[in-house]
Nanobody
Framework: QAQLVESGGGLVQPGGSLRLSCAAS????????IGWFRQAPGKEREGVSC????????YYAESVKGRFTISRETGQKMAYLQMNDLKPEDTGVYYC????????????????????WGQGTQVTVSA
């Protein structure tokens, strides 16, 4: 059964860092774009960052540019989101998704495309 599992969330103080991981099981991520999305309390889910299947094209929401870095392993079973200089407004449930459709990373993030979705990991930024 194809599945994505996120990990690495937690409670961190403002200015701190976290590294989220997205692990695929039952399939490989070779031909999939990968996206990270988040949903803050009382708000709609939004696209945070996306990367294409080859790893050469990335997209970041304006609110996280310069602070977050998306990456994927060449073994194609794992993807990551490095989050630095975290702010309270980064609080939310973070989801990873794998998109098989060959669309742009901007489109993947803005329309929140995904063939497979994880269950999410909670990130809380608070003093």
């Amino acid at each position: 059964q194809a599945q994505l599992v996120e990990s690495g969330g937690g409670l961190v103080q403002p200015g701190g860092s976290l590294r989220l991981s997205c692990a695929a099981s039952g399939f490989t991520l070779d031909h999939y774009g990968i996206g990270w999305f988040r949903q803050a309390p009382g708000k709609e889910r939004e696209g945070v960052s996306c990367i294409n299947s080859g790893g050469g094209s990335t997209y970041y929401a304006e609110s996280v540019k310069g602070r977050f870095t998306i990456s994927r392993e060449t073994g194609q079973k794992m993807a990551y989101l490095q989050m630095n200089d975290l702010k309270p407004e980064d609080t939310g449930v973070y989801y990873c998704a794998a998109d098989y459709w060959p669309r742009s990373v901007r489109d993947m993030c803005t329309i929140q495309a995904g063939s497979h979705w994880g269950q999410g990991t909670q990130v809380t930024v608070s003093a």
